[in-house]
Nanobody, 126 residues
Framework: VQLQASGGGLVQAGGSLRLSCAASGRTFGTYAMGWFRQAPGKERESVAAISRSGDTTYYKDSVKGRFTISRDNAKNTVYLQMNSLKPEDTAVYYC????????????????????WGQGTQVTVSS
């Protein structure tokens, strides 16, 4: 599967952005999805994840209550709605897909993901 992330940009602190990740192919529903981010000099970290069914989600503690992950299997797309953005959210954001037989599992380890998008830059100014 090929993943195309979009929606990044420059926003002031307190603002919002919605990232989208469009997947190619007709097997999107067989993948659990995740959003990761990587800031300069830091390791890639899991921000949010969603199961195949969409019923199970995970959020990094620092984004809980501000970010929402969702998916539309009919459109082969996963979203990350980011509200109340902070300068520390500045990073390149990546979407990733993990093939799984399980409908409800999510994963936070980058090594568990099979496919990655190209990344989209999010910059939050103070």
């Amino acid at each position: 599967v090929q993943l195309q992330a979009s929606g990044g940009g420059l926003v002031q602190a307190g603002g919002s952005l919605r990232l989208s990740c469009a997947a190619s192919g007709r097997t999107f529903g067989t993948y659990a999805m995740g959003w990761f981010r990587q800031a300069p000099g830091k390791e890639r970290e899991s921000v949010a994840a969603i199961s195949r069914s969409g019923d199970t989600t995970y959020y990094k503690d620092s984004v809980k209550g501000r970010f929402t992950i969702s998916r539309d299997n009919a459109k082969n797309t996963v979203y990350l709605q980011m509200n109340s953005l902070k300068p520390e959210d500045t990073a390149v954001y990546y979407c990733a897909a993990r093939r799984t037989m399980t409908w409800t599992n999510v994963a936070t380890n980058p090594a568990e993901y099979d496919y990655w998008g190209q990344g989209t830059q999010v910059t939050v100014s103070s």
